[in-house]
């Protein structure tokens, strides 16, 4: 899978063809803030 990570500062880090994209996305979920969470795209929507 692909996924875009969007920094403080605004920079975009694009990792694309990522081997376990659901292990990483779900380490990411539980890791993100929820400030962070709700201004964010798709993950913000779960």
């Known amino acids: 899978g692909d996924m875009v990570v969007t920094l403080k500062d605004g920079s975009r880090?694009?990792?694309?063809?990522?081997p376990?994209?659901?292990e990483?996305?779900?380490y990411v979920?539980?890791?993100i803030?929820?400030?962070a969470k709700?201004?964010?795209?798709?993950?913000?929507?779960r």
């Open 13 to 18: 880090l694009e990792l694309r063809a990522m």
């Open 20 to 22: 376990r994209f659901r």
């Open 24 to 26: 990483v996305y779900d």
């Open 29 to 31: 979920s539980d890791k």
């Open 33 to 35: 803030s929820p400030k």
């Open 38 to 45: 709700s201004v964010s795209g798709a993950l913000g929507d």
